[in-house]
């Protein structure tokens, strides 16, 4: 069980829970109520995903060498190390998929039942079918073509803010015409991407000596770091409602809401800065993932907060 809790990698599961908290806050606001059974699904789906991707990219990255043609300084990749077969984290994979999916049709049902306009005219099953589709072949394309030809920040930006926090909200009957949605969701994907960042940041020796490419071996370690700055100030700015911008009380709130977590992505980059590069920086990985947590609560509260 250890071992197969090193391969999920629990403290990544954060970027999963924090944009579906953030869409369920979001429709709470726009609608005043919680449909429970699509809030949990989604929560699971989200989940499934996340487990997969890491289980995905650790027996990928072991067939392909790159754990182990490299000295490994990042969190312990349980099939490079021999604690789990090639054979058995593929079975893992092929299991979690089938949970998945069978989650997605549960939200396909549901979706059937929904009654508000979906984005770009589409009916609610037919966008929640492409967006199941691109999901399962995302977290594979991801591991083998995006993130190895720096893009994959893009993927992190699209499935960990815009699809997570964008879905969550649709499935709650919500409508869709609302703008503020659709910058949280950007927020959150900007945050998620500073986790990127600061893996690929560590990671960029061996990246290097494998050929991976990248955006920190693209750019190089410096604008790396103002990267990593710029991201959560980023998703702060987007989180903030700029349509009550005259009503001082909505934007001290924001202000006061979103104080913590700028307080903390701020003393991770000053970490980071100062770890540079080794081992040390994990701890700078599980910062940032606390990090996402607190931002999508930040951002809640602030969805459901009176006025």
Known sequence: MNRWL??????????????????????????????????????????????????????????????TDVPRIGPLRVCAAGLVSIRAMLAAIILVTLLAAATG?????????????????????????????????????YSTFFSRWALGDVMVVVFFGLVPVVCTYLLQDAPSDNTLLWNRSLAMGLAADALLVVNNYRDRHGDRLVGKRTLCTLIGIRASEMLYFLLGVAAVVLSVDWWHIGDVHILAASAILLLPYLALHNATYRKMVRISEGPELNSVLADTARNILILGLCVSLLSIMPG
């Open 105 to 141: 049709l549960c939200l396909l049902w549901w979706s059937a039942q929904l009654s508000s306009p979906m984005p770009f005219g589409l009916s609610a099953p037919m966008l929640m079918l492409l967006v199941g589709i691109c999901c399962l072949v995302g977290f594979a394309a």
């Open 6 to 67: 090193l391969a999920i990698r629990p403290r990544t599961l954060t970027g999963a829970v924090a944009p579906v908290l953030v869409g369920l806050s979001s429709a709470y606001q726009a609608t005043g109520f919680i449909r429970p059974v699509p809030a949990l699904l989604c929560l699971l789906f989200a989940l499934l995903m996340q487990v997969n991707a890491n289980l995905f990219n650790d027996w990928w990255d072991c067939r392909k060498g790159v754990d």
